[in-house]
């Protein structure tokens, strides 16, 4: 199986319930964000990006919050399914200098039943 | 159906041969990028290249080589002196710099 997600913060939350998932960048340069999910043995999926001259942007079920101050990004999902079970991580770019993204080591999200 | 698909989803080789792994896309894409992937940490950039016959090193190239002969096509070659390749690989892509890059489903290589 797959091995990738070993010792990650897990986020347990009940099926129906809004789950929060955070992610600290480092670079205060970065101005582009994305969040992934990963499920297991799989490659990552985007699911919501966001730039730095916006704080929040909503998807289907997925808002993503930026604060440029703390530099932290969160992920909240509503209605959590048991398919929203997966790793999701963030990642960073700065678009005024070379291309670099820095991904984050992500959080588990389990959806209990 | 546009994607990228990455080939083979398994792979094990013996220490000391040279390995390669194919990446293709159908998305148009200009870009394209190899990251490896190990238990806890982040995804690290080993190569990408920003247009056909192209590309620059990642963070961590060393025992790696790629081509990119073809805008669809981002081979990479896993070479006798990569001292650790066993990891998981992924293939991504994407319209051009700085935008989202969109994965293919990966391949797990073995070397014993």
């Known amino acids: ?113 | 159906d546009g994607g990228i698909t990455q080939s083979p989803k398994y792979l094990f080789r013996k220490e000391g041969q040279n390995v390669t792994l194919s990446c293709e896309q159908n998305l148009n894409h200009d870009a394209m990028y190899w990251y490896r992937q190990d238990p806890g940490q982040g995804l690290r950039l080993i190569y990408y290249s920003q247009i056909v016959n192209d590309f620059q090193k990642g963070d961590i190239a060393e025992g790696y080589s790629v081509s990119r002969e073809k805008k669809e096509s981002f081979p990479l070659t896993v070479t006798s002196a990569q001292k650790n390749p066993t990891a998981f690989y992924l293939c991504a892509s994407s319209i051009g710099e700085h935008y989202e890059q969109y994965f293919g489903p990966g391949t797990r290589l073995t070397v014993t």
Not at chain 1, 16 to 41: H, L, P, R, T, V
Not at chain 1, 51 to 79: E, P, Y
Not at chain 1, 93 to 106: C, H, L
């Open chain 1, 1 to 113: 199986g797959e091995s990738v997600g070993l010792h990650l913060p897990t986020l347990s939350v009940q099926e129906g319930d809004n789950s929060i998932i955070n992610c600290a960048y480092s670079n205060s340069a970065s101005d582009y964000f994305i969040w992934y999910k990963q499920e297991s043995g799989k490659g990552p999926q985007f699911i919501i990006d966001i730039r730095s001259n916006m704080d929040k942007r909503q998807g289907q079920r997925v808002t993503v919050l930026l604060n440029k101050t703390v530099k932290h990004l969160s992920l909240q999902i509503a209605a959590t399914q048991p398919g929203d079970s997966a790793v999701y991580f963030c990642a960073e770019a700065s678009t005024s200098g070379t291309y670099k993204y820095i991904f984050g080591t992500g959080t588990r999200l389990k959806v209990l039943a």
